[in-house]
């Protein structure tokens, strides 16, 4: 590949190398000032060099850069920057180098009250002679001619765009505009954008250039005739003969470069959904796209000839890669960010066989809007999904969040989630208030504030997004531990409190374990994992009626919904579950042999406590370590007393000495 110097400050330009850097071609991308270098994407192959030069500087550049006759000089600078072309030019034959201009094609605006100019002196004669505020959108570099060649009058109520730099600052006061006649903004800028801007400032006359509809003309024209203005377009120096970028690409990457090139798709979060509610990248990415996907209410109002009523990336994939657009948006609800198919669509996009560069742009979350609304923050809030998924357990979730927070903003499938969350709170003790925000940014939104009774009769049918709020929240305790005397006993055993939280440390529990406990007794040990965290499955083996009668009795005593009863022999029962993460063994029936075994057959990996009291368990844990030889091995001998009194003396009252094998195999 011959070395390229690419003359840029364009889209074009910008184009042209991006598509070399995703082909892995190494070149030089020459700019004016440092806003072409930031709309530059950074890349290794793409070296950038910042600084205006006549055409002899361009000429040592190039020699001390290497490039010589063999070397390609590509012209992708602004069609209106002649005098830089004419240098370029002058440059590329003092090298004996190729060159090749690129040409960015005129702007072909709708229609409406527009004057053509062959120079700015006609332009300001016209301008003259008019009336009403002004506009002036040909840059920075031309504020001196124009200042000097209309009325002060004409200056007085003359607006300017410009870029917000320093060079255009600096400009704008020299040739004598007022601060507050200086809109210094980055583009780009849509039809709605431009439109706003006009009627903010009551604009009767746009003075632009026709640079296409790559550097906004269509949307400024467009802008300026729904605004009732008048568009007063410097036409262009010269004819130029050139070729497209397109044509370009394929001059240096070759023929079929298109099935090369990457597809920019923009995954894109709508926000609330209702018309306004999405931001101005969102926006211009929807515009850009020669492709939108989305569900149908989601691409209901976009305006393009190609959309289609998709959401799952099993049907995109075939269309994009039968279409192969040079830009593709998929739309999704709310914020790409929090709960959304985004995720998991840009890892099916990377695992595709397709050539894809992906960006993902957020929306504003229901969260945001609603805590706007309410003129709450959020910083200070839990924030949760239920949407989809509200079963005992995530309900549960949302209880143990709310009972140690204040707020917990909820994002939910449908009005029987409010009532559903209400019935639960109320059982569990927690007093709250209820902010249901229904269909939030559309016309039939409906806020309404809610305590726990009108909760559980509440009604509405839509996208419903809550915040709780619980003003009596709880501290959390840093080590939840139950005592002995929350447990309904009878004469069932159970491990007691200093034994089973020595035990449970040694399991080492993390996030999302599954939690076996075989000889469940009063079921102590299992709700005490339970209530460690709401995302442990804990299931508690006991093969006694009246004990697993007990296990239920206290479950539902500690209001949890992660802890599931299995009564049964622990061996039959073991058979049809599926590999756990840690298992206590507290009472094995005489079968730990044959339950390690059992287990170990599932899979490696699995920490084991056990507890043994007799000397039988004792020596068969030993011959279980000898057989597994367990790389991890901790034994201890726990012996514990407590204080009971006995008239006017507290005597000290020992508990059987036991034995903790942990483990992992």
Avoid at 457 to 480: D, M, Q, S
Wanted: aromatic share 6%.
């Amino acid at each position: 590949m011959r070395r390229t110097v690419i003359f840029s400050g364009t889209t074009e330009g910008r184009t042209i190398s991006e598509a070399l850097s995703g082909n892995r071609i190494s070149h030089t991308v020459c700019v004016a000032g440092e806003y072409g270098r930031e709309m530059m994407t950074e890349n290794p192959y793409a070296t950038v060099h910042v600084g205006r030069m006549d055409s002899e500087e361009m000429v040592k550049f190039l020699k001390e850069g290497g490039f010589d006759k063999t070397s390609l000089i590509v012209d992708a600078t602004h069609p209106y920057a002649t005098e830089v072309t004419a240098n370029i030019v002058a440059a590329a034959k003092a090298l004996g180098a190729a060159y090749m201009r690129v040409l960015r094609d005129k702007g072909d605006a709708k229609g409406g009250n527009l004057k053509e100019y062959c120079d700015l002196a006609g332009c300001c004669k016209a301008l003259d002679k008019s009336e009403g505020n002004i506009l002036l959108t040909t840059g920075s570099k031309e504020l001196k001619a124009y200042c000097g060649s209309v009325s002060a009058g004409t200056v007085a109520r003359t607006y300017v765009r410009v870029l917000p730099s320093e060079e255009s600052l600096r400009l704008c006061a020299e040739a004598g505009i007022e601060s507050d006649h200086i809109i210094a903004m980055h583009g780009p800028f849509n039809e709605e954008l431009n439109r706003a801007l006009m009627l903010q400032y009551d604009i009767k006359h746009l003075v632009t250039k026709n640079s296409g509809s790559a550097g906004g003309f269509e949307a400024k024209a467009d802008a300026a005739f729904a605004a009732g203005a008048m568009v007063h377009v410097l036409a262009r120096p010269v004819e130029e003969k050139g070729v497209s970028v397109d044509e370009a690409l394929a001059s240096i990457l070759g023929k079929d470069y298109k099935h090369q090139r990457p597809i920019k798709v923009s995954l894109v979060g709508l926000g609330m959904g209702a018309p306004g509610c999405e931001t101005v990248d969102v926006r211009e990415a929807i515009e850009s796209a020669e492709v939108v996907f989305g569900a149908k209410r989601l691409v209901k109002g976009v305006d393009s000839d190609r959309k289609y009523e998709m959401y799952k990336a099993s049907d995109i994939i075939p269309v994009l890669k039968k279409l192969k657009p040079s830009r593709a948006a998929i739309i999704f609800s709310g914020d790409t960010g929090f709960y959304s198919g985004a995720k998991s669509m840009a890892a099916d996009l990377a695992a595709a066989d397709l050539n894809v560069e992906v960006t993902v742009l957020p929306g504003i979350s229901s969260f945001a809007y609603l805590a706007a609304k309410l003129k709450e923050s959020y910083d200070d809030a839990v924030l949760l999904s239920l949407h989809g998924k509200n079963t005992v357990w995530d309900m549960d979730a949302l209880a143990r969040k709310l009972r140690y927070n204040k707020k917990v903003f909820a994002l939910l499938s449908g009005d029987e989630d409010i009532r559903a969350a209400a019935g639960l709170l109320k059982k569990c003790g927690i007093e709250a208030t209820v902010i249901a925000g229904r269909n939030l940014s559309y016309e039939d939104e409906d806020i309404k504030v809610l305590d726990l009774e009108e909760a559980a009769g509440y009604e509405g049918k839509g996208v419903i997004t809550a915040l709780f709020i619980n003003n009596e929240c709880e501290k959390r305790p840093l080590l939840n531990m139950f005592p002995d005397e929350f447990f309904t006993r009878s004469n069932v055993p159970m491990t007691k409190e200093s034994v089973r939280h020595e035990s449970i440390i040694r399991l080492n529990l993390k996030e999302g374990d599954v939690f076996y406990d075989i000889g469940g007794g009063t079921g102590s040990i299992a709700i005490e994992a339970g209530n460690l965290d709401s995302s442990l499955k804990v299931f508690t083996i006991e093969k006694d009626h009246e004990a697993c009668d007990l296990i239920s009795v206290n479950i539902s005593k500690a209001n949890l919904s992660n802890v599931t009863v299995v009564e049964g022999d622990a061996l039959a029962s073991l058979k049809r579950m599926p590999k756990p993460d840690a298992v206590f063994v507290g009472g094995s029936g005489g079968e730990l042999k044959e339950i390690i075994k059992l287990l170990t057959g599932k899979g490696k990996g699995i920490r084991y406590v056990i507890n043994a009291v007799s000397l039988e368990t004792i020596t068969e844990a030993a011959k279980i370590l000898e057989k597994y030889e367990p790389w991890d091995v901790s034994v201890t001998q726990l012996s514990v007393s407590e204080s009971r009194k006995l008239g006017a003396y507290r005597l000290m009252t020992a508990q059987n000495p036991v034995w903790i094998f942990a483990f992992t195999i």
